[in-house]
């Protein structure tokens, strides 16, 4: 089973430029995720699908953030512009969901290898 | 709001020895504890994961949590130096609407030296 893939890998602008990321998720899964992980903190959540709809984005700074998932399978992240604070690695992740017919309790998050985003 | 706290470290143990872990969360209704382990450049890895109070055991890893003091730990046997990593705590609960989102605190870096 291939895992979660995600492009680029690095990826380095200048602050006010735009940057977006690529996530495809395990295939089936229907709940994916988009996390920040900040050198030295653990993963934050910013924004969560289900299938195609947002389950929860309360934690996306909508005014230079966005995501989507048009097609309830990959996903793009995009921030416009860039600021210095937004410098982490944004991961992508996603699990089986209810539709597995699994628990979501007892489902494994499977995270995908990350870009390093480096804004100067 | 939701936190997971834990010693960021770095927690030095000599090879061979235990590695003890520990991690508390401050909200009662969470349900599901998890620990990922973090190689330096890498993405987060699940190791373990308890659902109910008391031990449970995988190999050299041994989760503990106990709910009522709203405390979870992890125990490493005869750590290796490929231990050496950033170890992640997670918890999740349901916000009704089976949303199923991990907090998680900002890690323990543990180095076990050879």
């Known amino acids: 089973e291939a895992g979660v893939a995600q492009s680029p890998r690095y990826k380095i602008i200048e602050k006010r430029q735009s940057v977006a990321f690529w996530c495809n998720p395990i295939?089936?899964?229907?709940?994916l995720y988009w996390y920040q992980q900040i050198l030295g903190q653990g993963p934050k959540l910013l924004i969560q699908?289900?299938?195609?709809?947002?389950?929860?984005d309360s934690q996306l700074p909508k005014d230079r953030f966005s995501a989507e998932r048009l097609k309830g399978v990959d996903s793009t992240l995009k921030i416009q512009p860039a600021k210095l604070e937004d410098s982490a690695v944004y991961l992508c992740?996603?699990?089986?969901?209810?539709?597995?017919?699994?628990?979501?309790?007892?489902?494994?998050?499977?995270f995908g290898p990350g870009t390093r985003l480096t804004v100067l | 709001q939701k936190e997971v706290e834990q010693n960021s470290g770095p927690l030095s143990v000599p090879e061979g020895a235990i590695a003890s872990l520990n991690c508390t969360y401050s909200?009662?209704?969470?349900?599901?504890f998890f620990w990922y382990r973090q190689y330096s450049g890498k993405s987060p890895e699940l190791i373990m994961s308890?659902?109910?109070?008391g031990d449970k055991e995988d190999g050299r890893f041994t989760a503990q949590l106990n709910k009522a003091s709203q405390y979870v730990s992890l125990l490493i046997r005869d750590s290796q130096p490929s231990d050496s990593a950033t170890y992640l705590c997670?918890?999740?609960?349901?916000?009704?609407?089976?949303?199923?989102?991990?907090?998680f605190g900002k890690g323990t870096k543990l180095s076990v030296i050879p």
């Open positions: 992740a996603s699990i089986g969901g209810r539709t597995s017919g699994r628990s979501p309790y007892t489902d494994t998050q499977y």
């Open positions: 295939s089936g899964h229907a709940t």
């Open positions: 699908f289900q299938n195609n709809g947002v389950v929860d």
């Open positions: 909200d009662r209704v969470s349900q599901s």
């Open positions: 308890i659902y109910s109070n």
């Open positions: 997670a918890v999740t609960d349901s916000s009704g609407a089976g949303s199923y989102q991990l907090t």
